[in-house]
Nanobody, 119 residues
Framework: QVQLVEYGGGLVQAGGSLTLSCAASRSIFSFNLMGWYRQAPGKQRELVAT???????NYADSVKGRFTISGDNAKNTVYLQMECLKPEDTAVYSC?????????????WGQGTQVTVSS
């Protein structure tokens, strides 16, 4: 049973910073891909950033240059460092892990953490 637990959400003023953490119940290298998604009220969930087991990162255009995803395998944790936050970054942020198995991709999700950016 894979568990992902997010930490670090909260309320921050525009222009501020927050760092989210996603603690996995096993080595993050055991997953092919880990990432962060977000969902704002009334909107669809969208990809924020991903990091592969090889360290390749990918970002949504809306967060490039402001957010940084990283992983610490010793702590089984993936981080999302968010800077220069904007009100439109307000959303529930969820951690995701993907594992390719013979039958296809398996997705694992955390419970989500709220990030609110005030103007």
């Amino acid at each position: 049973q894979v568990q992902l637990v997010e930490y670090g959400g909260g309320l921050v003023q525009a222009g501020g910073s927050l760092t989210l953490s996603c603690a996995a119940s096993r080595s993050i290298f055991s997953f092919n891909l880990m990432g962060w998604y977000r969902q704002a009220p009334g909107k669809q969930r969208e990809l924020v950033a991903t990091i592969s087991s090889g360290g390749t990162t990918n970002y949504a255009d809306s967060v490039k240059g402001r957010f940084t995803i990283s992983g610490d395998n010793a702590k089984n944790t993936v981080y999302l460092q968010m800077e220069c936050l904007k009100p439109e970054d307000t959303a529930v942020y969820s951690c995701n892990a993907k594992k390719l198995r013979p039958g296809g991709w398996m997705d694992y999700w955390g419970q989500g953490t709220q990030v609110t950016v005030s103007s």
